[in-house]
T-cell receptor, first 111, second 114 residues
Framework: RKEVEQDPGPFNVPEGATVAFNCTYS??????FFWYRQDCRKEPKLLMS???SGNEDGRFTAQLNRASQYISLLIRDSKLSDSATYLC????????????FGKGTHLIIQP | EAQVTQNPRYLITVTGKKLTVTCSQN?????MSWYRQDPGLGLRQIYY???????DKGDVPEGYKVSRKEKRNFPLILESPSPNQTSLYFC?????????????FGDGTRLSIL
């Protein structure tokens, strides 16, 4: 049983393009959702929280689709520095035991 | 500066030699957690702690121990390390383990058990 799933990629995307990827979760009671960015051999860093109404932070837009149980991350005008692995994190079941992470989607921005 | 500090950052050791990886946070967070990250398997939770003296098993607790005697510290103990515990380990903390609380990660500890 996979609680949080992501397409591992890699996604090879030309610089300047728009790219989007999804993360599905299994428990409809999940309440909290986040996107993290992880560079090779470094710690995951919080990119943005995902709110029910969707939210935007500069070139990044996060959305939640409760009916289909997935969250998405869209990156506009992609930069070389956006190359990284993007992890989604879900508070499965809305419980008090922290976050469950997906395995990550590897993004490569090509010049 | 608000941070989660792990030590050591790198350790090469041998099978059976007890080791401790320390984790300390200076944000007065109640919730702390340990993960290991392996290629193809993602981040897997080892143990977590909701508060002082409260710890619970995560998804892969076998071979590990933790303690939470103080709020700021959450050491990970490998009593008898084995090669299958070679991995990249992360400590993380958040204000609490409940909803809408993102976790902040330490820099990671790369363990090699020979």
């Amino acid at each position: 049983r996979k609680e949080v799933e992501q397409d591992p990629g890699p996604f090879n995307v030309p610089e300047g393009a728009t790219v989007a990827f999804n993360c599905t979760y299994s428990n409809s009671a999940s309440q909290s959702f986040f996107w993290y960015r992880q560079d090779c051999r470094k710690e995951p860093k919080l990119l943005m929280s995902v709110y029910s109404s969707g939210n935007e932070d500069g070139r990044f837009t996060a959305q939640l689709n409760r009916a289909s149980q997935y969250i998405s991350l869209l990156i506009r005008d992609s930069k070389l520095s956006d190359s990284a692995t993007y992890l989604c994190a879900v508070n499965i079941g809305g419980g008090a035991d922290g976050l469950t992470f997906g395995k990550g989607t590897h993004l490569i921005i090509q010049p | 500066e608000a941070q989660v500090t792990q030590n050591p950052r790198y350790l090469i050791t041998v099978t059976g030699k007890k080791l401790t990886v320390t984790c300390s946070q200076n944000m007065n967070h109640e919730y702390m957690s340990w993960y290991r990250q392996d290629p193809g398997l993602g981040l897997r939770q080892i143990y977590y702690s909701m508060n002082v003296e409260v710890t619970d098993k995560g998804d892969v607790p076998e071979g590990y121990k933790v303690s939470r005697k103080e709020k700021r510290n959450f050491p990970l103990i490998l009593e008898s390390p084995s090669p299958n515990q070679t991995s990249l380990y992360f400590c993380a903390s958040s204000p609490s383990g409940t909803e809408n609380q993102p976790q902040h990660f330490g820099d990671g500890t790369r363990l090699s058990i020979l």
